[in-house]
């Protein structure tokens, strides 16, 4: 009897000091665990930031754009007036008018012939060669601001993985906190390996995830 009183004491300070280390590092992962998700969400919200802010030079590079296109079309239309009239003078008026930006493509869509060539581009506007000021500005604005949001939805998406490991890691606590709860030797240890399952788990977990330290 004094030996199996004996053993049974010897089991249940082994489980306790295993119970002990697993609850230690177990608090310690957790607390990283969070560390983590709260970066990853500051991540997330620099990124959704910064693409907000592209989006708003986009938008303002495009309304640079629409106004210097709006500016050639009324010298354009000014140029097809004076030609379509015969007035040689308004027609030079408009022509000494044309921006730098738009000279290269009237010169190329009047190369094509449009009166004579049905192929022929509608007006300098439809052709590649034609770019307004702004406009290359505003694309490269939301090509970063797309690129940002979905940056943002990445650290999100790790934000929240690193949140699902931490409520992992509430359960090895759960499970470990209540190990000496039974009075069957069985079930305690049937509770702390659980816990080490778990706890194993989620270390694997944490150490496949990226990390901002």
């Known amino acids: 009897m004094a030996d199996e009183e004996a053993d049974r004491r010897d089991g249940r300070s082994l489980r306790e000091t295993v119970t002990v280390v697993l609850l230690s590092v177990t608090a310690v992962l ?33 309304s ?41 493509a009237f010169e190329e869509w009047l190369a094509s012939r449009p009166l004579q060539n049905p192929d022929a581009a509608p007006s300098p506007f439809a052709l590649d060669s034609y770019v307004p000021p702004g406009q290359v500005e505003a694309a490269e604005a939301d090509a970063r601001a797309d690129a ?3 940056r943002a939805l990445v650290s999100n998406q790790r934000g929240d993985d ?3 490991v931490t409520v992992l890691f509430a359960l090895v606590l759960f499970f470990g906190a209540f190990a000496g709860r039974f009075r069957s030797p069985r079930a305690s240890w049937g509770m702390v ?13 944490l150490v496949s995830f990226p990390k901002i330290v």
């Not at 970066?39 to 708003?56: L, N, Y």
């Not at 390996?193 to 977990?205: E, K, N, P, Q, R």
Request: charged share 20%; glycine share 8%.
């Open 148 to 150: 940002l949001f979905a």
């Open 64 to 104: 640079h754009a629409d106004a210097a296109r709006e500016i050639d079309l009324q010298v354009f239309a000014l140029y097809l007036q004076g030609t379509a009239t015969g007035n040689d003078l308004l027609a030079d008026f408009a022509r000494d008018r044309f921006t730098t930006h738009f000279e290269p």
């Open 30 to 62: 957790t607390a990283w665990s969070g560390f983590e998700a709260s970066k990853w969400g500051g991540e997330m919200s620099i990124a959704f930031s910064r693409a907000s802010a592209q989006r708003i030079e986009a938008s303002t590079e495009r």
């Open 193 to 205: 390996g659980a816990a080490c399952v778990l706890l194993v788990v989620g270390v694997g977990f």
């Open 162 to 164: 690193y949140t699902l």
